[in-house]
């Protein structure tokens, strides 16, 4: 496997703080429940939480994928947030949306479980592949295709704890 560098931490830490800002902007006053959807999105949250003055909660939930009979696939819930939902304004974070699926079914899943808002925060969109039409409130990059590792993201569980972001080329 080779890698190519596409995100260099300055360039990931700089991007960050100006969404903190834009969160920031959105949330004042308001009752903000920050959700990372684990694994991918632990690096990229601890850094955007850091990057957000606003008062805020945190917690994680964790779901995976799995090829169902249809081509879309199904989500399986691993582990659920412990803060209730019903009322908070939740903001979701993800490492990256590529078919958008994951992130279609968790914002049904926040919405049935009463959320005064749902909003989504990515650090990384890869549009290209998109079959499940996502607005995202709070977009970091859009890097159009290839397999991305590190800050979060992985391959069979590594690379997670590089700083930059990746292209890995068989
Ligand atoms: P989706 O449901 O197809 O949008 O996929 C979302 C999940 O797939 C992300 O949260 C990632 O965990 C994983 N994923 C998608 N593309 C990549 C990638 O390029 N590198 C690492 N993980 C990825
Ligand atoms: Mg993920």
């Known amino acids: 496997m080779n890698k190519e560098l596409v995100l260099d931490s ?7 703080r100006e969404m903190g800002q834009e969160i920031d902007r959105d949330y ?28 805020l909660a945190t917690d994680f939930i964790q779901v995976s994928s799995y090829a169902g009979s249809s081509s879309s696939g199904n989500i399986n819930l691993v582990a659920s947030p412990s803060h209730p939902i019903k009322g908070c304004h939740v903001l979701l974070v993800e490492d990256i949306i590529d078919t958008g699926l994951t992130m279609q079914w968790l914002v049904e ?62």
Do not use: W
């Not at 890869?126 to 979060?152: C, M, S, W």
């Open 28 to 55: 004042q006053g308001k009752e903000l429940l920050v959700i990372g959807v684990l694994k991918g999105a632990f690096i990229f949250m601890a850094d955007l939480v850091r990057a957000i003055s606003t008062p």
């Open 109 to 170: 899943h926040f919405s049935e479980q009463g959320a005064a808002s749902v909003r989504i925060c990515s650090l990384i969109d890869k549009a290209e592949r998109r079959e499940h039409q996502i607005n995202i409130d709070y977009l970091g990059f859009t890097i159009p295709n290839g397999f991305l590792v590190g800050y979060g993201l992985d391959f069979d569980e590594k690379y997670r704890n590089l700083p930059e972001i990746y292209h890995l080329t068989p």
């Open 10 to 16: 300055q360039t990931i830490q700089n991007r960050t």
